[in-house]
């Protein structure tokens, strides 16, 4: 069974600093990755989804990459925002569609 | 446009009680997925619809969850007979469901936080 884990598990940084956020899958044979955002109470917001066969994907201040080899993705926050503050949540799918979630980090972003 | 809707947000049942979870999805997304978030960890599937065909059913704990899509739209998650380990928010999601061996991206319910006293 796909298994995907998150570190660090909770990040608190002053507004304005850039970050990264970790993400590890032990079955590399995916579809695709996504990271998504969870506000407390809301469900998830779909931030980047990179296919197998790219490497990165950019929105705006948000940068993720892919290294499907080595089971590895990461997530860079650039000049972070008290706005910022969530859950950031990693999933890979798999062949069936499902998505495998990791537990997420859970950024603090202080003004 | 509207996104995906669930009903009820918050549910409490006394152990043992049976309860039904409501999910309308984007209109027009043909794949409808459920998933379950304990407290502190990630999403968990549950289940997965093509329209009305139910494709993936392995990650339902029980015999006591129980999932149906009978017109290929609206989707009802029931449990019975709740336990208190039942405890969680129950995640909707939807999808175009662009054919075999394409992924796309799921969209999101806010969830129902269901608590089983």
């Known amino acids: 069974k796909q298994e995907v884990t998150q570190i660090p598990a909770a990040l608190s940084v002053p507004e304005g600093e850039n970050l990264v956020l970790n993400c590890s899958f032990t079955?590399?044979?995916?579809?695709?990755l996504q990271w998504f955002r969870q506000d407390p109470g809301k469900g998830l917001t779909s931030l980047l989804l990179i296919q197998s066969s790219q490497r990165e994907q950019t929105s705006g201040r948000l940068n993720a990459s892919l290294d499907k080899s080595s089971g590895r993705s990461t997530l860079y926050i650039a000049a972070s925002q008290p706005g910022d503050s969530a859950t950031y949540l990693c999933?890979?799918?798999?062949?069936?569609?499902?998505?495998?979630f990791g537990t997420g980090t859970r950024l603090t972003v202080i003004p | 446009g509207a996104g995906v809707s669930q009903s009820p947000r918050y549910k409490v049942a006394k152990r043992g009680q049976d309860v039904a979870l409501r999910c309308d999805p984007i209109s027009g997304h043909v794949s409808l997925f459920w998933y379950q978030q304990a407290l502190g960890q990630g999403p968990e599937f549950l289940t997965y619809f093509q329209n009305e065909a139910q494709l993936d059913k392995s990650g339902l704990p029980s015999d006591r969850f129980f999932a149906e899509r009978p017109e290929g739209s609206v989707s009802t998650l029931k449990i019975q007979r709740t336990q208190q380990e039942d405890s969680a928010v129950y995640l909707c999601?939807?999808?175009?469901?662009?054919?075999?061996?394409?992924?796309?991206?799921?969209?999101f319910g806010p969830g129902t936080r269901l608590t089983v006293l």
């Open positions: 999933a890979v799918i798999g062949g069936a569609n499902n998505l495998f």
């Open positions: 999601a939807s999808s175009l469901g662009l054919g075999a061996g394409v992924t796309d991206t799921q969209y």
């Open positions: 079955d590399s044979a995916i579809y695709n």
